[in-house]
């Protein structure tokens, strides 16, 4: 174990802290998540990992239920980035620049420590296209723009309505030429100006996962926004899919430490030690068709997962993050004029 790991798990001893409590992913990608993290996390510790879990809007709920009651049950929750609003970082701890956390800087991607939690999941909306449609030694689409170019890149489109529209508008203002650096605050009046001129071309609007991937296999579009997990799994099944990172809005879930934890040294010291053992990463990630924050996983892919892993300097740094004081104060308003635009 790292030195800094050794330290946060005997504060937790020294505390008497035995478990620490884990509101987390269910079903198949929990028993993943157990496999690979927190059985070598007990081994390595001696300190039990208590799995719990749900949606994430029902372990929300149940969070600031017990908050509001003073009687925390979970030490540790994950949450999707996008849901790091006020109201929310009110219920976690603080890690400032998670200098309790070395391994944290030492091991992980940069921007992995988000001040109310650390990143696990990562990954993107991507730009995937079916290259049965667009073939090696042809013009194959690498950006929004080209998404948006349907006389150069022919054919029916798939983009996401699955209640994060501020996907879409990145896209589309990307398309419309504004630099990365400059999206936020995002011009919404000129996001859905851009957006009608692809509206026409756009045979899907999906709204699930599932449904992201059968609209591939049916070839009922050329190209789309696709959770990359997904156009990693439709790879898997040999679907010949192009994917490119350029602009992918981040999708990323990250876990953090309740400020009611009743095992605030035994969830610090978990929080660390899922940035150690990149091979573990690496082995997740090859079986869940995503990735995690752990950087120096990318050296224990295969040869063939390398080039296209969001891991790559080249596709992190491409790589659009949502403002998050933005989001918290134009959600709302937001969803309502996308429910009002997607059904006109």
Same mark, same amino acid.
């Given at each position: 174990m790292a030195t800094p790991l050794n330290e946060l798990a005997r504060r937790a001893h020294q505390a008497g802290e035995r478990q620490v409590v884990v509101a987390g992913g269910t079903g198949a990608y929990g028993d993943l998540v157990k496999k690979h993290f927190y059985l070598p996390f007990t081994e390595a510790t001696g300190i039990e990992v208590i799995a719990t879990g749900g949606g994430y809007g029902e372990k929300l709920a149940k969070l600031k239920a017990m908050t509001s009651v003073g009687r925390v049950e979970w030490d540790v929750i994950t949450l999707s980035v996008d849901s790091l609003t006020p109201d929310v970082t009110d219920l976690l701890r603080n890690l400032g620049d998670c200098a309790a956390l070395p391994d944290v800087a030492g091991q992980g991607v940069d921007g992995s420590c988000?001040?109310?939690?650390? @990143?696990?999941?990562?990954?993107?909306?991507?730009?995937?296209?079916?290259?049965?449609?667009?073939?090696?030694?042809?013009?194959?689409?690498?950006?929004?723009?080209?998404?948006?170019d349907v006389k150069n890149f022919p054919g029916p489109r798939a983009l996401p309505n699955i209640g994060n529209p501020w996907w879409a508008l990145i896209a589309a203002l990307e398309a419309d030429g504004v630099a990365r650096n400059a999206l936020f605050p995002l011009d919404v009046d000129r996001a859905f100006n851009k957006l009608d001129e692809i509206k026409p071309y756009v045979t899907v609007w999906w709204k699930s996962g599932d449904q992201s991937?059968? %609209?591939f296999r049916t070839r009922e579009v050329v190209?789309? @926004?696709?959770?990359?997990?997904?156009?990693?799994?439709?790879?898997?099944?040999? %679907?010949?899919?192009?994917?490119?990172?350029?602009?992918?809005?981040?999708?990323?879930?990250?876990?953090?430490?309740?400020?009611?934890?009743?095992?605030?040294n035994a969830a610090l010291a978990l929080l660390d030690f899922i940035y150690t053992r990149p091979k573990a990463h690496a082995s997740f990630a090859a079986e869940s068709f995503g990735s995690t924050a752990q950087r120096e996983a990318l050296d224990f892919l295969p040869a063939d997962a390398k080039d296209s892993s969001v891991l790559q300097p080249a596709n992190w740094s491409n790589i659009v993050r949502v403002d998050r004081d933005w989001l918290a104060a134009n959600r709302e308003k937001v969803l309502q004029r996308w429910s009002t635009w997607i059904a006109s």
């Open positions: 988000l001040r109310e939690g650390v @990143m696990f999941d990562i990954g993107g909306g991507v730009l995937a296209f079916d290259k049965r449609s667009f073939p090696a030694g042809q013009a194959q689409p690498e950006n929004w723009a080209d998404f948006w991937q059968q %609209i190209m789309a @926004m696709l959770f990359s997990g997904r156009a990693f799994r439709l790879r898997s099944e040999g %679907i010949p899919l192009g994917i490119s990172w350029n602009g992918a809005p981040l999708d990323a879930a990250f876990w953090a430490v309740t400020k009611g934890a009743q095992h605030p």
